[in-house]
């Protein structure tokens, strides 16, 4: 048999007060409503002894508040979006909120099904890395004052709020970092994207490479085919036909595939080239020769973030938060990327 889900009006029945006692002392405010000790500690002790737990669909009608967040990111099993969920996690469990993590593969038709199941749940906001063509989504939101944080990558023609980083300033100076210890055919293996991260990192590396007057050798794979094997045989074409020195990789899981290539296809080149991948791993520490990476600030855009949505949550349609904040990324120089080996 069932056990029967006990509320505050049978809590206040049994012990003879108030279902408004009941419910300021179950919420925090007996002392602010001041309710006695003695009534306080009576309610508590029989809430425990029921073992009581509150009717969350009812208290956020009442409220107005789910206390829940989504979190929707492009693959959360990806180390750069799983370690930044944990980091997001603590900061929203500490403030009284829940997260729901969910991945939209960078599918436009995903995402709108996912925006559209968690609105039909009252959740209190969106923290969204979003795919392609959802920016009449993304605006829909914004204009039924439902709060939502861009981040990774957004969409200048919306006036949204966001957390990005510098992606060609990160790119270009690791660019140069390249450039500075004497490499000159330096290969840029990407995403064929016009998302706004993919083209500031594309721009970063062509930017370095113009103004050192040094040729250019980028490689576009396609995003849909990065689980088959033909993003590595498109890599390795590209490094049999191309006689480079160095390879910048704009993704952490191109760096991964490309490093597999050059094991299996090109074992004399892994102490000869020059390395550098978009976004750190604890793999990239390990490997040999260690890897150069752009790590990207994950406790400052986790905390930047959540500043973002719970002070949106906080304002009015009148005076709504704005905040647009774009971070540096950091160089963790390894063994990868000294001085050219061939010199």
Do not use: W
């Amino acid at each position: 048999m069932k056990n029967k889900r006990h509320s505050i009006k049978d809590i206040a029945a049994a012990l003879n007060v108030s279902v408004t006692t009941v419910s300021f002392v179950l919420n925090g405010k007996a002392k602010e409503k001041r309710i006695s000790e003695e009534v306080t500690k009576k309610v508590l002790e029989y809430a425990k002894s029921i073992n009581y737990k509150p009717n969350q669909l009812a208290q956020s009608l009442r409220t107005g508040r789910s206390k829940i967040i989504v979190v929707m990111v492009e693959d959360i099993s990806n180390y750069f979006f799983s370690k930044l969920a944990r980091i997001i996690e603590d900061i929203a469990y500490d403030k009284g909120y829940k997260v729901l993590f969910c991945s939209n593969e960078n599918k436009d038709d995903r995402s709108r099904e996912l925006i559209n199941l968690f609105r039909e749940r009252q959740v209190d906001g969106y923290i969204i890395v979003p795919s392609p063509g959802i920016q009449e989504d993304i605006s829909d939101l914004v204009l039924d004052d439902i709060p939502v944080v861009l981040f990774d990558r957004y969409f200048p023609e919306i006036d949204t709020n966001y957390v990005i980083i510098d992606n060609s300033e990160a790119v270009h100076d690791a660019s140069q970092h390249l450039i500075d210890n004497s490499y000159k055919r330096i290969g840029f293996i990407t995403i064929a994207s016009n998302q706004t991260q993919m083209e500031a990192r594309q721009r970063g590396y062509r930017d370095a490479m113009k103004e050192n007057d040094l040729d250019e050798f980028v490689l576009e794979v396609p995003f849909y085919e990065k689980k088959t094997g033909r993003v590595k045989e498109l890599i390795a074409d590209y490094l049999a036909n191309n006689d480079l020195d160095a390879i910048f990789f704009a993704t952490n899981y191109l760096t991964q595939m490309g490093l597999e290539v050059i094991r299996e296809s090109f074992p004399e080149k892994i102490n000869e080239l020059g390395i550098i991948t978009f976004d750190d791993n604890d793999l990239f520490k390990i490997y040999f020769p260690p890897i150069t990476a752009v790590s990207q600030p994950l406790e400052e855009i986790g905390k930047e973030l959540m500043n973002t949505i719970l002070k949106m949550l906080k304002s009015t349609p009148e005076k709504p938060y704005r905040n647009q904040k774009i971070l540096p990324a950091s160089l963790i120089k390894r063994n990868s990327s000294f001085p050219n080996k061939k010199l």
